[in-house]
């Protein structure tokens, strides 16, 4: 298992980019890779709450990964965590 915990950019559907940090780890399950994790956004927006499919992780160094959004939660009054899936090869 690859992990990654860092500094990332979510790119929503109409291109609007969103700050924040991401945990994220590859899977092995029946022979296949898969990759997905968490991403908690800088700001709290109704775009990034609302959002869906047709999105993309960038990492450092212009690392790029789609990614589809399972699932959102409070964390604070302020803040929000982001469940991601990955499609394609990990970025990382």
């Not at 709450?49 to 992780?57: D, F, P, V």
């Not at 965590?81 to 499609?87: D, H, I, M, Q, R």
């Amino acid at each position: 298992m690859t992990t990654y915990s860092g500094p990332a950019r979510l790119t929503l559907a109409d291109g609007t980019r969103v700050s924040g940090m991401a945990s994220l780890s590859t899977n092995y399950r029946a022979g296949a890779e898969s990759w997905g994790g968490t991403f908690r956004p800088d700001q709290n927006t109704e775009e990034v709450r609302n959002s869906g499919a047709g999105l993309s992780l960038e990492l450092p160094y212009d690392q790029v990964g789609p990614v589809s959004v399972t699932g959102v939660r409070r964390l604070l009054a302020t803040q929000i965590l982001v469940s991601l899936a990955g499609s394609g090869p990990a970025p990382f």
